[in-house]
């Protein structure tokens, strides 16, 4: 009886053992990024699916909490081989005097996972931020998400709003 | 009786287990998902394609000025030589699209083949990316590969 429950209990563990290989085949979703980003849930669902030439000025209008909202256009980074975006960040929704917390992703086409990121932190007014994500492929394209970070407590709206250049 | 059901059950476990490995063999992933773009033309080469199986151009492409991209392609069957036609399909994806495009199939050839297609109606500042898959066969391990050029222009 012993050696037929061992039997099962391996079975059970070998069949385990196989799972995460079929899981690997359909990890496209959007949204299954791990740590704490994978509570953002993607405001605008779908990734660009053509190019901007350089600059380009994307506007943010009233992101909610733990939502997201991906760029428009995927971009080349050109010779520089850098990106650099530049703008202003600020507090939409209620004016709670909250700071607002916001990440800005970056993803190369084709690849789901991060390539670089920018948090910045203390949102309360009109802020300025300017960073530049280096070291990218020329023939390769990039694209943002936005992340607002921020919880969403039932009497307040902490929504962000900003315009920001990518160069 | 215990040595039986013993016998039986472990029987079934590697039953199981083969079954998942099978599985697992014939869902997986074609070739890596291009990452970097290349100026067209450019010719693609495909060795010894199983059966089952799928490779992606290394590059993704933007369409020309008419807003396609035509493709000359040249095959030929390669591996086990049985008389069996081969089967292929060409499919055509787009950057952040997950699901092809747009598709054609050349159904059973054998020797060699070679013949043009024109994928229109793309999108001037959007980049694409072909996808080879070879239909031929009933399994992975039959032994029908396939061999071939595409050029991308």
């Known amino acids: ?167 | 009786m215990k040595k039986n059901t013993l016998l039986l059950l472990t029987i079934l476990i590697l039953v199981v287990c083969l079954c998942c490995v099978i599985f697992h063999i014939h869902n997986s992933s074609p070739s890596a998902l291009p990452l970097s773009s290349h100026q067209t033309p450019y010719t693609m080469a495909v060795e010894n394609l199983s059966s089952k199986s799928g490779v992606y151009s290394e590059y993704y492409f933007a369409p020309n000025e008419n807003e396609e991209l035509q493709i000359s392609v040249s095959l030929r069957e390669n591996g086990t030589i049985d008389g069996a036609p081969r089967k292929v399909k060409i499919l055509l994806f787009q950057i952040g699209v997950d699901d092809n495009i747009d598709s054609f199939t050349i159904n059973d050839f054998s020797g060699s083949t070679q013949l043009s297609h024109t994928f229109t109606g793309l999108e001037a500042n959007s980049h694409y990316f072909l996808r080879l898959d070879n239909l031929s066969g009933s399994t992975r391990f039959s032994g029908r590969l396939v061999d071939g050029t595409i050029e991308i222009s």
Not at chain 1, 46 to 61: F, G, N, R, V, W
Not at chain 1, 99 to 114: C, G, S
Not at chain 1, 122 to 147: C, M, N, P, V, W
Request: charged letters at 15%.
């Open chain 1, 1 to 167: 009886m012993k050696k037929i429950i061992a039997l099962v209990l391996s079975c059970i563990f070998i069949l385990s053992m196989s799972l995460p290989a079929y899981a690997t085949e359909s990890a496209t979703d959007i949204v299954g990024i791990s740590g704490n980003e994978s509570a953002i849930v993607p405001f605008a669902a779908t990734k660009p699916t053509s190019s901007h030439s350089l600059p380009y000025a994307m506007t943010i209008t009233n992101l909610t909490e733990q939502h997201s909202t991906y760029s428009r256009y995927y971009f080349a980074p050109g010779s520089t081989e850098s990106l650099t975006i530049s703008g202003n960040l600020w507090p939409s929704g209620t004016e709670d005097g909250v700071a607002r917390n916001v990440k800005i992703l970056l993803f190369q086409v084709q690849n789901d996972n991060i390539i670089d990121s920018y948090t910045v932190n203390g949102i309360t007014e009109k802020q300025f931020i300017a960073h530049t994500f280096t070291g990218l492929d020329t023939d390769s394209h990039y694209y943002f998400r936005i992340d607002n970070m921020n919880s969403h407590p039932p009497y307040a709206n902490r929504y962000v709003s900003g315009s920001i250049t990518v160069i």
